[in-house]
């Protein structure tokens, strides 16, 4: 699954072709920087590998969501809908640009239920964020023809999906735009930074100018520093040597893939020899990126038996059910409300008025079916050892 397992010889290269300039801002610094522009090539060739248009780098996956909800007009009075199953991340950035998040169930692709999304529409609804998830595909073209009917514009949050497609096609293209992580445990990574690929030029301008302070990005006279601005923005500017490490990451993205792939049929054969296991379900298993094998058992108590067998066999799974970053039941500081303003924004109007409140029994489906879910996360370097431990294991747990 991550990265840094195969950082080598290019990463340190392309870092180097940065240091040796000296010049670690993106922007500027004509002639110092011998024509190198690092950030500016991870976004063309990051662009180019997805098959799309425009590609504009940031500090971290989260900003990439704020900076794309921003560039689409979503704020205050606003509602986005996105799913239960989730990281933080997702939810943190409808929050932080004053929107109001809203969730639906998962189905079997452990994505976005497009019946639930229907159900959740209303007339404040201006953006819809399905999640990725786990490496693979939500129903995006579902979604993408729900959202179309309702003139909704689609995010697609593919921080946990880079390089994975349906029929050839990437995830992040189906929708207006689409988000990516580079963080430390993602599939490619650089440290710490994100990506949002678009078609839509005006989108990625508006984008652009956005995560950098609202500078126009056209020659001025004067050069940098004499920017006119059409409107306010921020600084979620990454930097060169993220860039760099980026191009390295990107150049191995495929084979990181396909080594994860020939690992996940491995565990997929051995899991399959438990009596009622079902597998995710996947829009394209060809295009799925494998970094993650994930399998249903029958019930709650089937798949917590499972596991104890799986876990005194040294090969212990993930229940997501147990995992407080992921998952809607388990995100006490949304339900409670907590943030550290004194007014109580974002959960609270100014004034004291509550604005914003969940129901931890709103998603019953998905706590259904996160409760017999086990997922193993798949590394690129998978010794043959420990992939005989587990299907070994796995094969105890097929007698349990
Ligand atoms: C990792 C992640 C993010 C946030 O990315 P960062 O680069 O860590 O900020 C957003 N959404 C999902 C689904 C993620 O897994």
Redesign the pocket.
Known sequence: MPGYEIFGEEEKKEIMAVLDTGVLFRYEFGAQRKGVYKVLEFEKKFAAYCGTSYGQAVT????A?KVALAALGVGPGDEVITQGF??V??WEAILDIGAIPVFTEVDATLNMDPVDLEKKITERTRCIIP?H?LGAQARIQEIVAIAKRHGIPVLE?T??ATGARINGRHLGTFGDCGTF???AV?TMTTG???MIITANEELWRTMSEYHDHGHDHVVNPGARGGEGRRFIGFNYRMMEIQGAIGIAQLAKLDSMIEAQKKTKTALKEAASAIPGVKFRELVDEAGDSATFCCFFLESGEHCQRVNKVLAENNAGAINFGDNTWHFYPRWEHLLAGSTVTKSGWPFLEPGGRRRIMYDPELLPASVELISRTLVYPIPVKMTEERLAELTAALGQAAKA
């Open positions: 971290s996956g989260t900003v969501l989730t990281f991340a997702t999640v998830m949050d921080a946990q992580s580079f963080d993602k710490e930074g994100g």
